[in-house]
């Protein structure tokens, strides 16, 4: 360890350390914009300058390493002064349409434009000539907006390893995104939204859908049906205050009744009828020798990653849909007949942690006689503004329950598909146990839980060693899948989310600011914790033993796989 002063205070620390690490375990606080922990760190904004004695300039914490003996100013008039201009020049070059700026209220430009001061218009002129791309389903790019920090392009290129974005032009032409400035829809974009996520500003953001959702509501003919994701219920309360890691199903449900939704249900029931037809078709697959190793389907974005970049596994995928356009098909088909509804007059509303949802409910191949599965799909940050808007106090709201005529059960095996490892450990409850013709009682898979890379585990059903791994991302997820293309997996069973960690840090999620990012958080943790809690607070745990699903085979699907669910519940892959 060495010794250094840091604001007059003598501090410890580690060699190799940063400045500006040193200076956050020991409690100071300096401004950053473009350095985001296990992103980025090129000191490339230069909003975190410190002054430090015999230095002839003033140093970019975020990257200039501790020394014995060093005298750091992080707040001396010299550095204010400049991490002010710095501010300045880039709110300069911004658009500055904060008032109607979705990302007002929650951007991290404003709330370092009010910490540090910034009060003129310092430097008034040209700007840059924005882009605009609103064509893709679910990214919307704005480079009006954008400040060049760089934090997405780090995640596309690190978690993703797709490098969709970058920089492009040189000098004050310099802007981000996909080559040749091309629109999100033309490039090999997955939508995962993983880079709306780290955006300090509203330069990324989701194509959002809810002034359609409002229209439903107020049109009388039209019968408005809700229904949540699993991984919505451990971050919505982020949108009103409330600690990273609350699970608030409870006040989610009751606030969307106010709203006005006619139905209220949850897409754990879809999960639950998910783990049955796929747990079925793998069954399947293993038994007569079909295509392995199965990989779930309930991704979008991975699924897109799959068709663009390796067409030449989709016979590995499950044909399941996701559970959420399951629901909606049930939805418009069952409960239509069973209400005597009109199909054409049901909307379905779906709220995800998911940005890539929202074009799942518009692929071709689910949609059919013009009719889709899912009519609208909001993000888990749309559903906080709607909250708001209608004027609902949702902190103070009584827990409600989900509507329980048909499709309002749910274990716990379906609530924790939004980790990652979830969707592995649900089907494993219900493979093993057909399998095995058991009921047993040893449900929770460790082996695949948690924030970890890559997860495997390797267990013994009957006479059969069944070998599963778990991904989350695409960084995680290519060895598995140059593995297979190479013919040397050992694999029988993957399962692969689009975002690391799982739905729980979907790319519709709250944003998690990068102040709570660098101080080290484990939010993806939070997060997955409140529905592993939820899991252990269910009466049943796993998916066959949902006794509406099971009246829903008896009533009208007949069994897993029929030919009935196969029309209504799985889909195909295009190459
Ligand atoms: Fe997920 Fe899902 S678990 S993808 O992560 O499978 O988005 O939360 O809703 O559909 O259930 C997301 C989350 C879902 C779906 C479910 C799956
Ligand atoms: Fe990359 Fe995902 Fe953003 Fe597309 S949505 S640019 S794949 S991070």
């Known amino acids: 360890k060495i010794k250094l002063t840091i604001n007059n205070r003598q501090v410890e620390a580690y060699e190799g350390k940063t400045i500006l690490e040193v200076a956050r375990e020991n409690g100071i606080h300096i401004p950053t914009l473009c350095y985001l922990k296990d992103y980025t760190g090129t000191g490339a904004c230069r909003v975190c300058q410190v002054e430090v004695e015999g230095a002839r300039n003033l140093c970019a914490a975020c990257v200039y390493p501790v020394r014995e003996g060093m005298v750091v100013k992080t707040n001396s008039m010299r ?54 791309d609103e064509v893709s389903p679910g990214v919307v790019r704005d480079t009006s907006k954008c400040i060049l920090c760089g934090r997405c392009v780090a995640a596309c290129q690190k978690h993703q390893g797709l490098g969709v974005l970058d920089f492009m032009e040189r000098g004050f032409k310099t802007k981000i995104g996909p080559v040749f400035d091309r629109s999100f829809n033309d490039v090999n974009c997955m939508q995962c939204g993983q880079c709306i996520n780290v955006c300090p500003v509203g330069a990324l953001h989701e194509k959002e859908e809810i002034h359609n959702v409002i229209a439903a509501l107020n049109d009388p003919n039209m019968h408005v049906v809700v229904q949540t994701a699993p991984a919505v219920r451990a971050s919505l309360g982020e949108e009103f205050g ?28 879809g999960a639950d009828l998910t783990i049955m037809e796929e747990g079925y078709e793998f069954i399947h697959r293993v038994q007569e020798g079909g295509v392995l190793p199965m990989i779930t389907s309930c991704s979008p974005g ?52 998911c940005v890539a949802k929202k074009g799942e409910k518009e692929r071709p191949q689910m949609i059919k006689d013009e009719m889709k599965d899912v009519d609208a799909v909001l993000t888990t940050r749309e559903l906080g503004k709607l909250i708001k808007m209608f004027g609902v106090n949702f902190v103070d709201l009584k827990d409600e329950e989900f509507d329980q005529d048909m499709f309002g059960e749910y274990t716990g095996a379906a609530v924790i598909f939004g980790a990652s490892g979830g969707v592995m450990e649900a089907a494993l409850r219900t493979v093993v146990d ?47 899948l140059d593995d297979i293309r190479a013919g040397k ?47 252990r607070a269910m009466p049943a745990r796993k998916s066959h033993k949902n006794t509406q699903i099971q009246k829903l085979y008896e009533d009208f699907l007949g069994h897993p796989n029929s030919h009935l669910a196969h029309s209504l519940l799985h889909t195909t892959y295009e190459k």
């Open 242 to 269: 409330m600690p990273i890691g609350t699970r608030v199903t409870g006040k989610m449900v009751a606030a969307l009744k106010l709203l006005g939704f006619d139905k209220v249900y949850d897409t754990n029931f």
């Open 434 to 480: 057909v399998l095995t013709s058991q009921d047993l009682d040893n449900i929770e898979y460790h082996a695949v839980r948690g924030q970890r890379g890559l997860k495997e585990a390797s267990l013994k059903v009957g006479d059969l060693t069944v070998n599963v791994a778990v991904a989350h991302s695409m960084q995680i997820a290519k060895p598995l």
């Open 489 to 535: 997996s050992k694999y029988h069973f993957i399962e692969i989310m689009g975002c690391p960690g799982g739905c729980i840090n979907g790319g519709g999620q709250s944003y998690v600011n990068a102040m709570i990012r660098n101080s080290g958080f484990d939010f993806k943790g939070a997060r997955a914790k409140a529905l592993y809690d939820e899991d």
């Open 302 to 353: 991975w699924i897109n990653y799959c068709e663009k970049e390796y067409p030449d596994l989709l016979d590995h995928l499950s044909t399941c849909k996701s559970p959420h356009m399951m629901l909606g098909a049930m939805i418009k088909s069952h409960y239509a007949k069973t209400y005597q509804l009109d199909p054409k007059n049901i909307y379905v509303v779906s709220i995800m942690p």
């Open 79 to 132: 550095a204010l002064d400049a991490r002010r201009r710095v501010v300045e020049l880039i709110v300069s070059n911004h658009s500055k349409d904060c008032l109607s700026c979705i990302r007002n209220t929650n951007c991290e430009l404003q709330r370092l434009c009010q910490e540090l001061g910034v009060r003129e218009d310092a430097f008034k002129g040209q700007k840059t000539v924005p882009t605009f």
